[in-house]
T-cell receptor
Framework: AQSVTQPDIHITVSEGASLELRCNYS??????LFWYVQSPGQGLQLLLK??????LVQGIKGFEAEFKRSQSSFNLRKPSVHWSDAAEYFC???????????FGAGTRLTVKP | ETGVTQTPRHLVMGMTNKKSLKCEQH?????MYWYKQSAKKPLELMFV???????ENNSVPSRFSPECPNSSHLFLHLHTLQPEDSALYLC??????????????FGPGTRLTVL
């Protein structure tokens, strides 16, 4: 079965600084990769998704992620963080015709003024 | 309403109570999911319904009983829960064409506290 690791439990960045959240996956074939964001007391909102084609994926709110097959990674980036980006971020991996989407444990982002 | 809605948003229940969580999706999707989100643990998939038929049941205790009367509604019936069942319960829906390859759209969750 597929699996996901988010190595960083908590990251703090200053407002306006760049951001990179790490995600590593394990799966033998081409995975479907997702990044979701969860604000306190809310459900998960999709930021972006990769399933084929260009390995650099653009998402909402100025986020992007790059799929690197050689490193089994799908890191999330943003060039300039805003205070409203403070939230929990989840990486997930899905498989065609398998219902069990696997989520990482999440990375909590704190933004300093 | 749009998207995926869940009621109630908060629920406190005793161990001997019976309650139900409700989820409704307004996206025309064919698949619906229940997840459990506990502190410091990854989301745990509990149940999956596709076209109102249960297709996944991830070893969930029988004190949790799902029901999907149609493709827009999903319920989670709760009885004789334990304190360790306290968590955020999230409902999601997807087109239902590719399993976990589909994008899932989540509701805001029900925060459940079992006393």
């Amino acid at each position: 079965a597929q699996s996901v690791t988010q190595p960083d439990i908590h990251i703090t960045v200053s407002e306006g600084a760049s951001l990179e959240l790490r995600c590593n996956y394990s799966y033998g074939a081409t995975p479907y990769l997702f990044w979701y964001v969860q604000s306190p007391g809310q459900g998960l909102q999709l930021l972006l998704k990769y399933f084929s084609g260009d390995t650099l994926v653009q998402g909402i709110k100025g986020f992007e992620a790059e799929f690197k097959r050689s490193q089994s990674s799908f890191n999330l980036r943003k060039p300039s963080v805003h205070w409203s980006d403070a939230a929990e971020y989840f990486c997930a991996v899905g498989v065609w015709n398998n219902n069990d989407m696997r989520f990482g444990a999440g990375t909590r982002l704190t933004v300093k003024p | 309403e749009t998207g995926v809605t869940q009621t109630p948003r908060h629920l406190v229940m005793g161990m001997t109570n019976k309650k139900s969580l409700k989820c409704e999706q307004h996206l025309g999707h064919n698949a619906m999911y229940w997840y459990k989100q506990s502190a410091k643990k990854p989301l745990e998939l509990m149940f999956v319904y596709s076209l109102e038929e249960r297709v996944e049941n991830n070893s969930v205790p029988s004190r949790f009983s799902p029901e999907c009367p149609n493709s827009s509604h999903l319920f989670l019936h709760l009885h004789t829960l334990q304190p360790e069942d306290s968590a955020l319960y999230l409902c999601a829906s997807s087109q239902g064409e590719g399993g976990s390859a589909d994008t899932q759209y989540f509701g805001p969750g029900t925060r459940l506290t079992v006393l």
